[in-house]
């Protein structure tokens, strides 16, 4: 069992910056690949990024050079930096977690967590 929870999630104008937070907790938690998705209101769940147990990151061409990911393994926590954020951006913003990472990247994901909403205004 894995749980995660989201945080950092606020309100800023375009061209502004937030940084995400996941924390992961459970037993075997570091075998685990790591997600990222949003839902923006009306619209699908979609992939933003996605940080494998092994330390590699692949993220949507719509993010990449905005959006960076790293890992604090001391503190078991993913982050999302994103910066120069759009309106485009607005979202629930879910991490998600899987020992398989093609479960990751195809939103099938064994653990969500509660989601952090991120609203960008022009």
């Known amino acids: 069992q894995v749980q995660l929870v989201e945080s950092g999630g606020d309100s800023v104008q375009a061209g502004g910056s937030l940084r995400l937070s996941c924390e992961v907790s459970?037993?075997?938690?570091?075998?685990?690949?790591l997600g990222w998705f949003r839902q923006a209101a009306g619209n699908q769940r979609e992939w933003v990024a996605t940080?494998?147990?092994?330390?590699?990151?692949v993220s949507r061409v719509s993010v990449k050079g905005r959006f960076t990911q790293s890992k604090d393994n001391a503190k078991n926590t993913l982050y999302l930096q994103m910066n120069s954020l759009k309106p485009e951006d607005t979202g629930m913003y879910y991490c998600?977690?899987?020992?398989?990472?093609?479960?990751?990247?195809?939103?099938?994901?064994?653990?969500w967590g509660q989601g952090t909403q991120v609203t960008v205004s022009s």
């Open positions: 998600a977690a899987d020992r398989n990472t093609l479960n990751v990247a195809l939103g099938r994901a064994a653990y």
């Open positions: 459970g037993n075997d938690s570091s075998l685990y690949s």
């Open positions: 940080f494998r147990h092994d330390g590699g990151t």
